[in-house]
């Protein structure tokens, strides 16, 4: 038993096993559940006949309900047990996939898409502290590479399957899908996992609640509708930004009050917890970044199929599997020190993303992409479970829920951000290769001039339309390189964010600071 009452639930053998993979299926069907939404989205926009911005609300009410469960899954786990409120959130989640499925208008699919995304906010951070707990402190490295597989796998797994979905079927099987993992993973999880306490009964902090979720709700829209609404030119996002800052503000100063919070914050005094938050805005950064561009780069400029783009990414999926097992076996035994592990895991996944805006042309073919890709699964490999084991091993087992829940949180908000800034990027880095390109396209360029007289001339109406094409698809694919690189800036940029992080004492005692 610890310190805050808790029972130990160590498991072994047949048991720990079972545990195991009704904790990672459980968080695999959430985030593949994300990325195959993204690819077929376009899909869902032409059945219900919506506008892009209003088809953007499956992701965006998807995300805000998902950010706003995170921080408190660890008072609700405590209040309704471990087991129960995980078993819900499967089961939540797996009934509004079904409903999504069956939903017979756009308003029906935005709602049980918000129903989804509380349920899955429910899984990551609690898989992760449930794994923690199911593991002795000597097996943590195995712990967090069972974790790393779903959260890392996941976002490559999700494109191609939603391709092969897109391609073959109708988009109400990227929800239908879920159906059979969901049931599964409930059964399990009932049967099977254990409490570490038995649930009681604690009062509920509305009010702080109530900020927490108006705050995080409105970032979660500014970042998602941002760049639709061209930013702060747009009184609505100004709005919500100014809710954002003031309810968040409201929200800390009254936690940090209040006897009964919904949310501990005091656990952010330890190094480990907001040390280990940024590092994981900065995985999530990294994560999500290129998930995001290098699909659609494949797809518009390149014409691959979706399910030609979702193998693509599964190059560097596979990567992540060969090696993640190698890295946690050497950090769980504390062979390589985590900080060092991540470091070179950001530098790896910078050189990468330079490689790959390096490669980034209107005639490139699936295997150039093959190398910098294996390169970038290295690093992510190198990254999570150093990660997870610093930050969840350098704190008190009593903390490890909250722990757990801040560094999903931010790894998810990381995510958004970095989604929000290269969609900005990506599209006004468009209009400004093409302003520049179409400067350099005169009669008095040689190459324009060989290029209207070997298509009828400069007075041919077609052969200037086929040139205005050509800048376009040529500013495309240049703003695309320019993601690629920012991300690669960012990303080693931020390397040395490591040092701020002390090196865990694996079955030795937590140092508190």
Known sequence: MTESGQHVVIEYGLRRAIVSVAVITATLLEIIDTTIVNVALPNIQGNFGVPIDQAAWIVTGYIIANVIVIPITPWLAERFGRRQYFFASIVIFTIASLMCGLAGSFGQLVFWRIVQGLGGGGLISTSQAILRDTYPITQQGTAQGIFAMGVIVGPALGPVLGGWITDNLTWRWAFFINLPVGIAAAALVWNYLRNPMEPHFKKLDWIGLGLLAAGLGSLQYVLEQGQTYDWFSDGNIRLFAATTATCLTGF????????????????????????????????????????????????????????????????????????????????????????????????????????????????????????????????????????????????????????????????????????????????????????????????HSTATAQYLQANGGEHSQSALENLASIVGAQALVQSYADTARATAIVTIVLAPLVLLLRRPRLGGPVVVD
């Open 252 to 443: 800390v100063f009254w936690t940090l009050r209040s006897k009964i919070p919904v949310v501990d914050l005091h656990v952010l005094r330890l190094r480990q917890v907001w040390a280990g938050s940024l590092l994981g805005a900065v995985l999530g950064v990294s994560l999500y970044g290129s998930v995001l561009v290098l699909p659609q780069y494949l797809q518009n400029s390149l014409n691959f199929t979706a399910t030609m783009s979702g193998l693509t990414i599964m190059v560097r999926a596979g990567a992540v599997m060969l090696f993640t097992p190698i890295t946690a076996m050497l950090a769980g035994r504390g062979i390589i020190d985590p900080r060092i592990s991540t470091a070179l895991g950001l530098i790896l996944l910078g050189i990468s993303n330079w490689m790959l805006a390096s490669v980034t042309t209107t005639q490139s073919e699936f295997g150039t992409f093959v190398f910098a890709l294996i390169l970038s699964g290295i690093g992510l490999s190198q990254m999570f479970v150093p990660l997870s084991i610093a930050v969840l091993g350098g704190v008190p087992q009593k903390d490890v829920p909250s722990t757990s829940a801040f560094f999903n949180l931010s790894r998810q908000i990381g995510g958004s951000i970095a989604t929000a800034v290269l969609v900005t990027l990506l599209i006004r880095g468009v209009t400004v290769h093409q302003s520049d390109l179409a400067a350099s396209i005169n009669l």
